[in-house]
């Protein structure tokens, strides 16, 4: 008896509903980023919870010993009292080790709490671990149901080239590799216009005529071939052609024509090439339908930018010329790497981001002079990132020596961008532009974060080639304005980024203080380091002096006293403003704190209004002083 076969069953569904079940994916994604965002939170809140369970210990134990030893103090005493009763049966004695007794039980009842919460946690992280590889298996399988093979538009490319090569009326064919792969019916179904045009372009700029490939020693027969390869998250498409190859002179004329270059300005043979993607420009001898117009490559540039890719070019003088299309495997998901520039935190395609390295102020200073910075015997057009976007003329966030610079590659052009952070690498959620915001030069995206706020994904490529003038422009303006004296320095269109906010070091035992601090003098404009006791204080004051230090007495380890007195031993901090905020009020502290040269003394709680005051007044001296000087 034969086995019946399964029949092979299939379902129809509707796009749409398709697209919304990614996004639903997708916003499961973003939510469960946001859960592991508070875990972490709620991690590090239990981390604070055990180093002041285990200070409270400590002080507990040291009150036990304090009240045992004036017990037996109390006991000799009263040794000889002729009531009969044993001291420590009164309730003047007893009293105190009651209440150490209760406090010692509290604190085991909270440390069980504690472990407790340690252990619920872990359980969380796990549970959240698995889900995540179960909501990737999902998405994964939601956005297997939208790939196509790219065979799905040969037909479409194919008749593109037979109708090109019939008006050309020139014998062409194609030949395609890799089209068994599988893309985003999203990407390719957009994509596809831009590998028509470039077909279209083979066939009528760049494929001689039969009777010139025969002079050549060429087939008489043009070939063009398109391979398509995947590489991690993207899929490059390359288009090649084995005809003349890009007529440089020709496109340097008509860039000439156009304003588009001056006749002095030297051009390597790349960056001539790279001209086809301005627009207007057109190197075909008449005008018809299907060349001439000066419109076609600066779209397809723009498509593929848009896409969240990029496009190479090279060609060799009779060999052909070879456009290769990097795109993203998938617009669902995508990796980006956050960068900040103050306050603001933007996303970049993470196939954009060449290298990320930490260099010398000093080097700094010099790129923002010739606005070129050297990388790899390359002198690559260098911008503050903030000015680029419009969102500040100059960095006021330089810590320490060091400063970060990013150097990103799309389309064959590298651009240099001094950063105050990279933040990492991150899965992001891309969501739809719009056609409000699609043809944005350089925007390719949005994505929401595990907070909840929403970034804008770029091309800083893109961004520097449409907004350079305008990134320079506004740095110079910022530059004039931060001089306050007459005139910005010759040739110094960008400043550097000495001017800074001021910056303050809170130091205090008590997170609850630090933290409190830290969010006022932050509302009212500062930079503010943190310091849990006067040995930590020292360490923060090595990598930046800070305009004005604030400090508690009591600490562990080393007090305010103790550090008040490191500070005006040191040659380099000795003049540096001291605050000391503590709950002790007594004038003998006060008098204590002068000898030592503290300025101000507060008494907790402080004021809010004068501590700003203060902090401003000597954070505004120092920047007189530098100004002076």
């Known amino acids: 008896?034969?086995?019946?076969?399964?029949?092979?069953?299939?379902?129809?569904?509707?796009?749409?509903?398709?697209?919304?079940?990614?996004?639903?994916?997708?916003?499961?994604?973003?939510?469960?980023?946001?859960?592991?965002?508070?875990?972490?939170?709620?991690?590090?809140?239990?981390?604070?919870?055990?180093?002041?369970?285990?200070?409270?210990?400590?002080?507990?134990?040291?009150?036990?010993?304090?009240?045992?030893?004036?017990?037996?103090?109390?006991?000799?005493?009263?040794?000889?009292?002729?009531?009969?009763?044993?001291?420590?049966?009164?309730?003047?004695?007893?009293?105190?080790?009651?209440?150490?007794?209760?406090?010692?039980?509290?604190?085991?009842?909270?440390?069980?709490?504690?472990?407790?919460?340690?252990?619920?946690?872990?359980?969380?992280?796990?549970?959240?671990?698995?889900?995540?590889?179960?909501?990737?298996?999902?998405?994964?399988?939601?956005?297997?149901?939208?790939?196509?093979?790219?065979?799905?538009?040969?037909?479409?490319?194919?008749?593109?080239?037979?109708?090109?090569?019939?008006?050309?009326?020139?014998?062409?064919?194609?030949?395609?590799?890799?089209?068994?792969?599988?893309?985003?019916?999203?990407?390719?179904?957009?994509?596809?216009?831009?590998?028509?045009?470039?077909?279209?372009?083979?066939?009528?700029?760049?494929?001689?005529?039969?009777?010139?490939?025969?002079?050549?020693?060429?087939?008489p027969t043009g070939a063009i071939n398109i391979t398509v390869v995947q590489q991690s998250n993207d899929v490059v498409v390359t288009v090649h052609d084995d005809g003349a190859g890009l007529n440089l002179a020709r496109i340097r004329e008509k860039a000439l024509e156009k304003g588009q270059i001056t006749s002095d300005q030297i051009l390597s043979d790349q960056q001539i090439a790279e001209l086809i993607f301005t627009s207007g420009l057109s190197t075909a001898a008449e005008v018809s339908e299907m060349a001439g117009r000066g419109i076609g490559m600066d779209v397809v540039r723009t498509e593929v930018n848009g896409l969240g890719g990029h496009i190479e070019l090279s060609t060799q003088p009779g060999q052909g010329t070879q456009f290769k299309l990097v795109l993203p495997l998938t617009m669902a998901v995508t990796q980006v790497v956050l960068l900040r520039m103050g306050d603001v935190v933007i996303g970049v395609p993470s196939n954009l981001v060449e290298m990320v390295r930490r260099i010398p102020v000093a080097e700094l200073d010099a790129a923002y002079q010739s606005r070129h910075f050297d990388y790899n015997g390359e002198s690559l057009a260098f911008f503050w990132a903030g000015a680029l976007l419009q969102i500040s003329p100059v960095s006021t966030d330089v810590r320490g020596k060091m400063a970060v610079v990013a150097v990103f590659r799309s389309a064959g052009q590298r651009v240099a961008l001094h950063v105050d952070e990279v933040l990492g690498n991150q899965e992001a959620v891309v969501k739809n532009l719009g056609p409000q915001l699609s043809r944005l030069p350089g925007l390719a995206g949005m994505s929401v974060l595990a907070s909840g706020a929403v970034v804008l994904i770029y091309n800083p490529v893109a961004l520097a080639h449409v907004y350079s003038g305008q990134a320079y422009a506004f740095a110079s303006s910022g530059a004039q304005v931060q001089a306050g004296k007459g005139a910005a320095v010759p040739g110094q269109t960008q400043p550097t980024p000495a001017a800074q906010l001021p910056l303050v070091l809170v130091v205090d035992d008590s997170i609850t203080v630090r933290r409190v601090t830290q969010r006022l003098l932050k509302r009212e404009g500062f930079r503010v380091a943190l310091a849990n006791d006067g040995l930590h204080a020292l360490e923060v004051l090595q990598i930046e002096k800070p305009s004005v230090v604030l400090t508690d007495i009591e600490m562990p380890r080393m007090d305010g006293f103790d550090l008040v007195r490191n500070i005006r031993a040191d040659e380099n901090l000795q003049g540096m403003p001291i605050i000391m905020i503590t709950s002790r009020l007594a004038e003998k502290h006060r008098e204590y704190a002068r000898t030592l040269k503290v300025d101000h003394y507060l008494g907790k709680p402080y004021p809010e209004d004068q501590l700003i005051s203060l902090v401003r007044g000597y954070c505004n001296a120092e920047i007189a002083a530098k100004e002076t000087a």
Do not use: C, W
């Open 1 to 219: 008896m034969l086995a019946r076969r399964s029949p092979s069953h299939t379902t129809r569904v509707k796009s749409h509903l398709l697209e919304r079940m990614v996004n639903q994916a997708g916003e499961v994604m973003i939510s469960r980023a946001r859960l592991e965002s508070r875990l972490s939170q709620l991690r590090g809140a239990l981390s604070d919870l055990t180093g002041n369970l285990d200070r409270l210990r400590h002080q507990l134990r040291d009150m036990e010993l304090q009240s045992e030893s004036q017990m037996q103090s109390r006991l000799a005493q009263t040794k000889d009292s002729t009531q009969g009763f044993d001291p420590l049966e009164f309730d003047r004695f007893t009293r105190v080790q009651e209440l150490t007794r209760m406090m010692a039980e509290s604190v085991h009842d909270v440390a069980t709490l504690q472990h407790s919460l340690q252990e619920t946690v872990a359980g969380v992280e796990d549970d959240l671990v698995a889900q995540a590889r179960q909501t990737r298996a999902l998405q994964r399988d939601l956005l297997r149901t939208r790939m196509v093979d790219f065979e799905s538009v040969a037909d479409r490319l194919y008749g593109v080239v037979r109708q090109a090569a019939k008006d050309f009326d020139k014998p062409v064919k194609l030949d395609i590799v890799g089209g068994s792969l599988d893309m985003d019916r999203g990407v390719l179904e957009r994509a596809a216009p831009a590998f028509e045009h470039l077909l279209r372009n083979a066939v009528g700029h760049g494929i001689e005529s039969a009777a010139v490939r025969a002079a050549a020693g060429k087939p």
